[in-house]
């Protein structure tokens, strides 16, 4: 009884290891125990294709289909899920391809996974790989069917067309034959040519005539030919080569010359004994001119001012109009005198703007000068004329320098307009505020005074 027991065990042991041994190969047969990295697929037509299908990558036994989502329209496509082991996870790139093969020519149908660029990194798990749709039997079979038709179709053309070629060139032979046989019995012009004897009469002496022309033109050559002797014995050539170097020597004297008036120049427009050129001896005297003036003005000015002749310039009502002072001006008693004849122009009827935002005199405002100065009448010319400057826009340095701008404008065109001498027009830039003579409290614009002359001093 023992014995049987342990016959029994030892037969279930072995048939447990047998057992195990049996799933081992066949779980080792399809991976099951390898370590697998899933990747998806579409296709429109999965030719056969069912969970449980091989997978290969380049053709290397790697995985199973796993699982097929079918598509919910007709438009949509089969989502395959594809588990391959993981050892063949580096030969799988973003650019493999999934197509669909057959185990021989009658086996089952399996994926194939084409690897990809080596440059490329490896496809991530779970993503989807490109596949390339499967060609079935029967739209090969259509294909084939259709090429063979087309080119049946071509073949007839090609002999009809050929057909045609050649009826064409038996009739060019035909008619070729009729031409030589014609030709042979003197029909057309080459018949003629080869027939008739007056043709040939003429071809004769048309042969005549081309050597006796040749002939003349060969008298003509010797002709040249003596008369090329002739030239050369009156020595021509030598005497053109003597005009030449005549010529030649003339533009050497003309370059000496030349060269001679440089050097003039050179030495006239070159350094003096201290080293100083031409131009700027011209530059300095006309500086030392400038200098001259500049001085004779702040001598006459401070005449002007001296004790034997502040009489004359008194006389004349002011000492200079040249330099006038805002704050000076105001204060003076005379100058801005209600006494004086006044003529207020406005900004907008005297000054158009510039393209630079400049502002120049506007024809409107040379029109409006001129009547002011009609206005005047005579006693404008011989008498002082202070054109008074008004800007309100601003701040002060802004309204300062535009009622400078303005009055200077106005003084140039008073000058060249009425030919005024610039000692008796002055200019003053009180920005925007008038003197308080005036009872004026601000004004934008120019201002023309007509300085009423003092009386007489003794």
């Known amino acids: 009884m023992r014995n049987r027991n342990i016959i029994t065990g030892a037969f279930v042991l072995a048939g447990i290891a047998l057992f195990a041994l049996v799933i081992f190969l066949v779980g080792n047969q399809r991976k099951t125990f390898a370590k697998h990295v899933e990747f998806y697929t579409e296709f429109a037509n999965i030719d056969g294709i069912m969970k449980g299908s091989k997978v290969r990558v380049g053709g290397f036994d790697a995985g199973e289909v796993t699982d097929i989502q079918l598509p919910d329209s007709p438009a949509a496509h089969f989502r395959l899920t594809l588990s391959v082991v993981e050892r063949v996870h580096g030969l799988i790139r973003p650019d493999s391809l999934v197509s669909v093969a057959s185990e021989g020519i009658v086996g089952d149908k399996l994926l194939q996974i084409h690897p990809g660029s080596a440059n490329l990194p490896q496809a991530a798990p779970n993503s989807t790989l490109r596949s390339k749709e499967a060609l079935e039997m029967s739209e090969l079979l259509e294909r084939s069917a259709g090429l063979l038709n087309d080119v049946s179709g071509t073949m007839k053309e090609v002999s009809t067309k050929l057909t045609g070629t050649l009826d064409a060139a038996t009739t060019t032979i035909n008619n070729a034959n009729d031409l030589v046989v014609g030709i042979k019995q003197g029909k057309g012009a080459i018949g003629v040519l080869l027939r008739d004897e007056n043709t040939a009469r003429s071809v004769r002496e048309t042969l005549a005539n081309v050597q006796q022309a040749t002939a003349s033109v060969s008298d003509a050559s010797m ?133 630079d935002g400049s502002e120049e005199l506007s024809p409107e405002g040379k029109a409006k000068i001129d009547e002011a100065m009609a206005e005047f009448g005579d006693g404008a010319f011989g008498r002082a004329i202070i054109v008074e400057g008004y800007s309100s826009t601003g701040d002060t340095g802004a309204q300062f320098a535009t009622s400078r701008v303005r009055a200077t404008l106005v003084r140039h065109y008073l000058q060249a307009r009425f030919g005024l001498d610039s000692r008796d027009v002055g200019i003053v830039p009180l920005r925007g505020v008038p003197p308080p003579s005036t009872n004026k409290k601000t004004w934008d614009g120019i201002c023309l005074v007509l300085l009423k002359p003092r009386a007489s001093a003794r």
């Open 223 to 355: 002709r040249a030919d003596r008369l090329v002797s002739d030239f050369e014995s009156r020595n021509l050539g030598e005497k053109v080569d003597q005009t030449i170097a005549s010529a030649q020597s003339a533009a050497q004297n003309v370059d000496a010359s030349a060269l001679q008036l440089r050097q003039s120049l050179t030495s006239a427009l070159g350094p003096d004994s201290h080293g100083v050129d031409a131009a700027n001896n011209v530059r300095q005297s006309l500086s030392n001119v400038n200098l001259a003036s500049s001085n004779m003005v702040e001598d006459t000015e401070a005449l002007k001012h001296g004790f034997l002749f502040r009489g004359f310039f008194k006389r004349r009502g002011y000492y200079s109009l040249a330099n006038l002072k805002a704050d000076e001006y105001r204060s003076n008693r005379s100058l801005p005198a209600a006494t004086n004849t006044r003529a207020w122009l406005d900004q907008p009827e005297l000054f158009d703007n510039r393209p």
